[in-house]
């Protein structure tokens, strides 16, 4: 693409206004301000897309966000003859594909992910719901705030997902046009990072060196390599549901009330317990870093980390009431619900969850995809809790079986620092 074909195709902060107004998000004479979300925050895109929020006199806003095919920075370097390699590019297909998944899960649960006002196909634009009144959970858990509604609602909605994009209540036809539709080239794009490049399956990636002995030993243990490609199999082949893949505390919003699922960029059909696992991982990454926070009290410190806990422990109990519920009351229509074991089920998709969750926390600890929980930090105080998710991942995925309530496992890891102080680390 030349640089005048750019100038047609990509949308300018001076022509955004008659765009929006000629697609009728906003009323001819409505007084607009537009602000360049690339300039005034660091955004999680990079140079991928072009973000524009479009406020009005009266408050209304939304955002937009057009996909560039060919990021600036290639774009440029193409243009002046500079070769940087494979270029990175996000097809229509990919953003179509985020769409309809936000549609769904809107469907499924109002509320959960921003609404879509308008999607442009032919120059790949989006104009959705404007979220920044709300926060980013990850940054608002390491202020110690608290959201309650987040265990309650992400346990609601992972039941619903499950049930109504899964063989429970699809027939092996509409599954599999369900699988088809939110088919992404993308979906595969963590497998590598998580499973194959685990901080406990390979020396690859740095940590500090006095975890170097603990890692060498988890990497030499056959039952845990065993367990990590046991879940990184399940990840590629099971078709379980539709999931986001990534969906880690900074890919939630929330305020005290509202609670939205963002950047689906990754989703596809995968197992439900790495959607679990990914979201426990951080609630983890931040209840353990607490252990290293030497700016807060020993007994703030305590009253959050329960916080934390009793937050896991709901999204469990909702995801248990609620699916319980649904095939309750589907029951009569599907055979398939008829003949199933829903203990047995739930006690399965519990302790796979625990297993997940294991890897998930420990793929945030090096430097390469450090947590903000550990890197806001000072590095010498990042180690206790380095240490402590070393170990635990060690226990998870060893006895992830031995746990069969989630009052137990949390139980378990409310104790686990004092069973691993910090001299057994020699700190």
Same mark, same amino acid.
């Not at 902060?13 to 360049?36: C, G, H, M, N, Y």
């Not at 002046?80 to 990919?94: P, Q």
């Not at 305590?302 to 999204?315: Q, V």
């Not at 070393?390 to 746990?403: A, Q």
């Given at each position: 693409?030349?640089?005048?074909?750019?100038?047609?195709?990509?949308?300018?902060?001076?022509?955004?206004?008659?765009?929006?107004?000629?697609?009728?998000?906003?009323?001819?004479?409505?007084?607009? *301000?537009?602000?360049?979300?690339?300039?005034?925050?660091?955004?999680?895109?990079?140079?991928? &897309?072009?973000?524009?929020? #479009?406020?009005?006199?009266?408050?209304?806003?939304?955002?937009?966000?057009?996909?560039?095919?060919?990021?600036?920075? !290639?774009? @440029?370097?193409?243009?002046?003859?500079?070769?940087?390699?494979?270029?990175?590019?996000?097809? *229509?297909?990919?953003?179509?594909?985020?769409?309809?998944?936000?549609?769904?899960?809107?469907?499924?649960?109002?509320?959960? *992910?921003?609404?879509?006002?308008?999607?442009?196909?032919?120059?790949?634009?989006? #104009?959705?719901?404007?979220? $920044?009144?709300?926060? @980013?959970?990850?940054?608002?858990?390491?202020?110690?705030?608290?959201? /309650?509604?987040?265990?309650?609602?992400?346990?609601?909605?992972?039941?619903?997902?499950?049930?109504?994009?899964?063989?429970?209540?699809?027939?092996?036809?509409?599954?599999?046009?369900?699988?088809?539709?939110?088919?992404?080239?993308?979906?595969?794009?963590?497998?590598?990072?998580?499973?194959?490049? +685990?901080?406990?399956?390979? =020396?690859?990636? %740095?940590? /500090?060196?006095?975890?170097?002995?603990?890692?060498?030993?988890?990497?030499?243990?056959?039952?845990?390599?065993?367990?990590?490609?046991?879940?990184?199999?399940?990840?590629?082949?099971? !078709?379980?549901?539709?999931?986001?893949?990534?969906?880690?505390?900074?890919?939630?919003?929330?305020?005290?009330?509202? =609670? +939205?699922?963002? %950047?689906?960029?990754?989703?596809?059909?995968?197992?439900?317990?790495?959607?679990?696992?990914?979201?426990?991982?951080?609630?983890?990454?931040?209840?353990?870093?607490?252990?290293?926070?030497?700016?807060?009290? %020993?007994?703030?410190?305590?009253?959050?980390?329960?916080?934390?806990?009793?937050?896991?422990?709901? @999204?469990?109990?909702?995801?248990?009431?609620?699916?319980?519920?649904? +095939?309750?009351?589907?029951?009569?229509?599907?055979?398939?619900?008829? &003949? =199933?074991?829903?203990?047995?089920?739930? &006690?399965?998709?519990?302790?796979?969850?625990?297993?997940?969750?294991?890897?998930?926390?420990?793929?945030?600890?090096?430097?390469?995809?450090?947590?903000?929980?550990?890197?806001?930090?000072?590095?010498?105080?990042?180690?206790?809790?380095?240490?402590? #998710?070393?170990?635990?991942?060690?226990?998870?995925?060893?006895?992830?079986?031995?746990?069969?309530? /989630?009052?137990?496992? *949390?139980?378990?890891?409310?104790?686990?620092?004092?069973?691993? /102080?910090? $001299?057994?680390?020699?700190?």
């Amino acid at each position: 693409m030349s640089a005048l074909d750019a100038q047609q195709y990509y949308l300018t902060t001076d022509r955004i206004e008659s765009f929006v107004k000629e697609k009728e998000i906003f009323a001819p004479d409505a007084v607009l *301000t537009i602000e360049d979300m690339r300039r005034i925050k660091e955004s999680v895109e990079g140079y991928v &897309n072009l973000i524009y929020r #479009i406020r009005e006199k009266n408050g209304r806003s939304v955002v937009l966000k057009q996909v560039m095919n060919i990021p600036y920075f !290639r774009q @440029l370097a193409e243009e002046n003859g500079e070769d940087l390699g494979e270029t990175v590019t996000m097809a *229509t297909e990919r953003l179509r594909s985020e769409i309809s998944v936000l549609i769904f899960w809107n469907t499924l649960f109002p509320g959960i *992910t921003p609404e879509i006002f308008l999607f442009e196909e032919e120059r790949d634009i989006i #104009i959705m719901e404007d979220l $920044s009144h709300l926060g @980013l959970l990850r940054y608002e858990l390491c202020k110690m705030k608290r959201f /309650p509604h987040v265990g309650d609602r992400m346990g609601q909605f992972f039941a619903r997902n499950l049930f109504f994009s899964s063989s429970l209540s699809l027939s092996d036809y509409k599954k599999s046009q369900m699988e088809r539709t939110f088919y992404n080239p993308e979906y595969a794009t963590l497998h590598d990072f998580i499973f194959n490049r +685990c901080n406990v399956s390979s =020396l690859e990636h %740095d940590i /500090p060196e006095e975890t170097l002995p603990l890692r060498r030993r988890l990497i030499a243990d056959e039952i845990v390599q065993r367990e990590i490609r046991r879940l990184g199999e399940k990840f590629m082949q099971d !078709r379980e549901c539709l999931i986001h893949t990534d969906l880690h505390s900074s890919n939630i919003m929330v305020d005290e009330t509202k =609670l +939205c699922i963002i %950047d689906t960029e990754f989703a596809g059909y995968g197992p439900l317990c790495q959607d679990i696992g990914r979201l426990l991982g951080s609630y983890l990454l931040n209840f353990f870093s607490w252990y290293g926070d030497n700016s807060v009290s %020993d007994i703030d410190a305590a009253y959050f980390r329960a916080h934390l806990l009793t937050t896991i422990e709901n @999204l469990f109990t909702h995801f248990d009431k609620e699916f319980r519920a649904l +095939c309750l009351y589907y029951q009569k229509d599907h055979y398939t619900l008829r &003949n =199933l074991d829903i203990d047995a089920y739930l &006690n399965r998709q519990f302790q796979d969850a625990i297993a997940s969750t294991a890897v998930n926390t420990v793929s945030r600890i090096s430097c390469l995809g450090l947590s903000y929980d550990l890197e806001r930090l000072p590095e010498a105080d990042r180690l206790y809790p380095i240490f402590l #998710i070393l170990d635990l991942t060690e226990v998870l995925l060893k006895k992830y079986r031995n746990f069969r309530t /989630p009052a137990e496992w *949390t139980h378990f890891l409310r104790l686990f620092a004092h069973q691993n /102080p910090k $001299s057994k680390y020699h700190l």
